[in-house]
């Protein structure tokens, strides 16, 4: 179910991108979430107390922070794995 689910969710986050023109950031920032979000998980479970539930809903917001300013900042991100831990460390922090 997980898995169709985020087929479902990346055609239509692919198509509200594309049509403000940076069709190949999308596909690039699903592809370095999915492959980093294990190590990110694990990062907030350690920040959070190796609470799962409360690391669930950091690595959540997470998601959802790095996904706006992706956004916003596109090409400028140099590092995207070190970007990625970045803002999940921050909102672990600011929790």
Not at 21 to 26: A, C, L, R, S
Not at 41 to 58: Q, S, V, W
Request: hydrophobic residues 40%; glycine residues 6%; positive net charge.
């Amino acid at each position: 179910m997980r898995g169709l689910a985020s087929v479902r969710g990346k055609d239509f986050r692919d198509r509200a991108w594309t049509e403000s023109g940076q069709p190949e950031i999308v596909s690039q920032f699903w592809q370095e979430w999915l492959e980093h979000e294990n190590k990110l998980y694990r990062c907030c479970l350690k920040l959070m107390n190796f609470n799962p539930t409360e690391a669930e809903d950091a690595l959540s917001r997470a998601r959802i922070k790095a996904w706006g300013k992706v956004q916003k900042l596109g090409e400028k991100i140099i590092n995207f794995k070190a970007w990625l831990m970045e803002v999940t460390r921050n909102v672990c922090i600011d929790r």
